[in-house]
């Protein structure tokens, strides 16, 4: 047992799998405080309508370690239906290193691996009476040992147990500033005044990260970037037809879409380098040269036109649909979607201690691909909290690491800023 009091910021993906591993391990005193007066967040993007499990990873330390959640997401006693798996189609898995690399680490790990070659072959793969529209140059790989999970339903589930195992979570307590002692984090102010102290703070704010404790110039290492994300809502007779599809994956465009959920919407995304916002405030000036700090931009802070893409995103989405559901090309989108990632150089992720504070650590920088380890993630933390996290992990996960050149899962990654005059129209999501 032990009786430090922690405090984790951010009632997220690694916040929350967070409080869960240190309270199976005997932690006694853990609370989480988020910014959202709901929980989940609505427009974090841990809470959505669904995210990718998948194994296919060219670092061979997240292919075993999804394999690994994926074990745990299977038990229903404890996630009920939160994920599907219905298999992951991956798209021209020899055109870049990543997703061969991918292909060779999904082998090592005894995946159910199905090779395809050609658009009429993975048609093959589709349940009867779905068209698609694979060009006959389309290889790929569909791997039944992956999915889809029910992403909010994921944080509920891990927020209930949280709270069943004695962690209590707080909501609207946005945080106004580290409270730190001889330059040891001691606990946190919040917007309304509140001051709560702990004995460990872990910093899991996601994309926030960096606009909400600027004083620690996290930009380098932590960049916040908006995705493209649409829906189109199915008839019932339709999602019937299309409920059965795998997930596809195409790295090569960055674009993914899911089979329809329990209401019949599809989501579709480019997983891409995404949009960069800058408000006003942090706007470099005379005052403050150096303050440049993407902010997301969502559906809390701008309403409903915090939920407005790109539209020139609007047309890609739509024409890499039609490659795949050409009949669901056809249809109008029923809504779109920032999601916002925090994003590293290297996308590995922050986890660990600050290098000159021994009470303050970091669990973020998702980078687009976290979610999946919802139900183990933690255990990375709590071991780094511990002393136990593995060293050759403690270096890739650092947050003062120098960042080694890898494999992208996202190519070419080139951010560009957000233009809220360019953001789509209604009349843009018509066919």
């Given at each position: 047992m032990s009786t430090e009091k922690v405090l984790i910021v951010g009632a997220g993906c690694f916040g929350l799998s967070t409080a869960f591993h240190l309270l199976k391990r005997g932690y006694v005193d853990v609370t989480v405080i988020d910014r959202s007066n709901?929980?989940?967040?609505?427009?974090?993007?841990?809470?959505?309508?669904?995210k990718i499990v998948r194994t296919s990873y060219s670092d061979i330390f997240y292919a075993r370690f999804a394999k690994e959640a994926i074990d745990v997401w299977k038990d229903e006693k404890e996630w009920d239906d939160a994920y599907h798996e219905c298999g992951v189609l991956v798209l021209n898995p020899g055109d870049h290193a990543?997703?061969?690399?991918?292909?060779?680490?999904?082998?090592?790990?005894?995946?159910?691996?199905?090779?395809?070659?050609?658009g009429s072959s993975i048609g093959g793969v589709f349940p009867p009476g779905v068209q698609t529209a694979f060009p006959s140059t389309t290889s790929g790989y569909l791997n039944q040992d992956g999915g889809w999970?029910?992403?909010?339903?994921?944080?509920?589930?891990?927020?209930?147990?949280?709270?069943?195992?004695?962690?209590?979570?707080?909501?609207?307590?946005?945080?106004?500033?580290?409270?730190?002692?001889?330059?040891?984090?001691?606990?946190?102010?919040?917007?309304?005044?509140?001051?709560?102290?702990?004995?460990?703070?872990?910093?899991?704010?996601?994309s926030w990260t960096s606009a909400t404790f600027s004083e620690l110039d996290l930009s380098t290492m932590c960049l916040a970037t908006g995705q493209s994300v649409a829906t189109?809502?199915?008839t019932t007779k339709e999602a019937e037809r299309y409920r059965k599809c795998p997930v596809v994956l195409d790295f090569k465009s960055g674009f993914y879409v899911f089979p329809p959920n329990e209401d019949g919407i599809v989501k579709m995304a480019i997983h891409a380098a995404g949009y960069t916002n800058v408000p006003q405030s942090s706007i470099p000036s005379e005052l403050t040269p150096d303050r440049t700090i993407s902010t997301p931009r969502t559906s809390q802070s701008h309403g409903d036109e915090g939920l407005l893409i790109p539209k020139e995103m609007v047309q890609v989405l739509r024409?890499?649909?039609?490659?795949?559901?050409?009949?669901?090309?056809?249809?109008?989108?029923?809504?779109?979607?920032?999601?916002?990632?925090?994003?590293?150089?290297?996308?590995?992720?922050?986890?660990?201690?600050?290098?000159?504070?021994?009470?303050?650590?970091f669990a973020t920088g998702g980078s687009?691909?976290?979610?999946?380890?919802?139900?183990?993630?933690?255990?990375?933390?709590?071991?780094?909290?511990?002393?136990?996290?593995?060293?050759?992990?403690?270096?890739?996960?650092?947050?003062?690491?120098?960042?080694?050149?890898?494999?992208?899962?996202?190519?070419p990654y080139e951010v560009k800023p957000l233009e809220v005059a360019q953001l789509c129209t209604p009349a843009d999501l018509l066919p």
């Open positions: 709901v929980l989940p967040a609505p427009d974090a993007a841990s809470t959505d309508l669904n990543y997703t061969g690399s991918s292909y060779q680490n999904d082998i090592s790990l005894g995946s159910r691996l199905t090779n395809l070659e050609g999970a029910y992403a909010a339903k994921g944080v509920s589930l891990l927020m209930s147990k949280v709270i069943a195992l004695g962690g209590q979570v707080m909501a609207g307590k946005p945080v106004k500033r580290l409270v730190r002692k001889d330059g040891v984090t001691s606990g946190v102010e919040c917007v309304d005044g509140t001051v709560l102290s702990a004995d460990i703070v872990v910093i899991a704010t996601g189109i809502q199915l024409n890499h649909l039609e490659e795949v559901y050409p009949e669901l090309a056809r249809k109008p989108f029923g809504g779109t979607r920032l999601c916002w990632y925090l994003d590293t150089p290297d996308e590995d992720w922050v986890i660990g201690p600050h290098p000159d504070d021994p009470s303050l650590f687009g691909h976290a979610y999946k380890f919802l139900p183990v993630v933690g255990r990375l933390v709590a071991d780094s909290i511990q002393g136990k996290l593995d060293p050759s992990l403690q270096a890739k996960f650092a947050i003062n690491r120098k960042n080694a050149t890898q494999t992208h899962s996202r190519f």
